[in-house]
């Protein structure tokens, strides 16, 4: 038996991979990775696909200084800024994506954090789109406390996303106005509030393969079992613009190391992924079992259209 083999048959076996086999993982053949990968998200999570669109509920004039970001103050990129928008619009946005056979809608803010009365003005928009709509929804506003996510999932939220973005030891090295540690008590408030957590980071932000394993597990330690990993579009005006664009082979190699530390997640293709020349097709062969579609914050996606019929041309089924 390789040890490729080995490890797979550890995962299946219901025991966890360290960071020493994560490591011994990211140098296996690609191909044969792949394939592992796969098979351990046939095992734990069937043939169910995780699709979901956001909408940028309040655009750019971020405080904190994320080096990746076309929102940051910090940087000059000639980003789209307003204020939160209205619940009729955010409800409209719901409605849309209801209707092109979307399951999950997520809400996603810039700033550090919703002021309380931003909080009030979000919790009636959900409400109103839990009354008029069927959709999920999920919101994405930044370092708020228990209470405050308390009163989102009252509203009808039913998740928060918060992502990590890179490892511990990185995170000094791509946003220096907020530390891992303000993350790590955000999703913790989150959960303690009642809402399940969407947790993942960016790749190619100049991070190691230990970086990006070192991240899998924490979002393990912390329970996360929805995991997006972007890829990291260098946008002009960032400090970032010149970071090396991420391969096919880079996200497949990433997002198969994934499966085998977070097997029953959904592993999430997310921003960038349009950049890919098949579009994500080999990464949902290599592990990944979910995606935000339509446009991303400030970049253009990939359709519901097109997304749905390259999933059922995989053989995948969306649902929640």
């Known amino acids: 038996m390789s040890r490729l ?8 076996d219901g025991r966890t ?9 990211y140098q296996q053949p690609l191909e044969e990775l792949c394939q592992k990968a796969d098979e351990l998200r046939r095992y734990f999570c069937k043939n169910r696909f995780d ?17 990746f970001c076309a929102q940051s103050a910090h940087n000059h990129t000639g980003a789209a800024e307003y204020p939160l928008l209205s619940s009729r619009e955010l409800v ?35 409400r109103q789109i839990k009354e008029e709509t069927n959709i999920s929804v999920c919101v994405s506003v930044g370092l708020l406390d ?13 998740r928060a996303h918060n992502n990590l973005e890179t490892s511990r030891r990185n995170f000094p ?22 809402l399940t957590v969407c947790s993942g980071g960016i790749m190619g932000l100049g991070e190691t393969p230990e970086d990006r394993i070192d991240m899998a597990l924490s979002l393990c330690e912390l329970g996360i079992k929805s995991v997006p990993v972007n890829m990291l579009n260098p946008i002009p005006g960032t ?39 098949d579009k994500g097709r080999g990464c949902f062969q290599s592990g990944a079992n979910a995606a935000i579609s339509g446009d991303m914050l400030t970049t253009a996606g990939i359709t519901v259209k097109t997304d749905l019929e390259l999933l059922r041309d995989l053989g995948y089924e969306v649902r929640l």
């Open 5 to 12: 083999d080995e490890l797979t048959q550890q995962v299946l």
């Open 17 to 25: 991979i360290t960071r020493g086999e994560a490591l011994e993982l």
């Open 51 to 67: 699709l979901c669109t956001i909408v940028n509920g309040k655009s750019g004039k971020c405080s904190e200084d994320c080096r």
């Open 92 to 126: 409209e946005q719901a409605k849309l994506n209801e209707a092109q056979g979307v399951l999950r809608y997520s809400i996603v803010t810039s700033g550090r954090r919703l002021s309380d009365g931003e909080v009030d003005a979000l919790c009636q928009a959900i």
């Open 146 to 158: 228990k209470m405050q996510y308390r009163r989102l999932k009252e509203a009808g939220a039913e």
């Open 173 to 194: 090295n791509i946003c220096t106005t907020h530390t891992f540690d303000d993350k790590i008590t955000a999703i913790r408030a989150a959960q303690a509030a009642g």
């Open 239 to 277: 400090p970032m613009e010149q970071n090396r664009r991420l391969t096919n082979e880079d996200m497949r190699r990433i997002t198969a190391v994934y499966r085998f530390i977070l097997p029953d997640a959904s592993i999430r293709l997310a921003g960038g992924r349009g950049l890919l020349e």
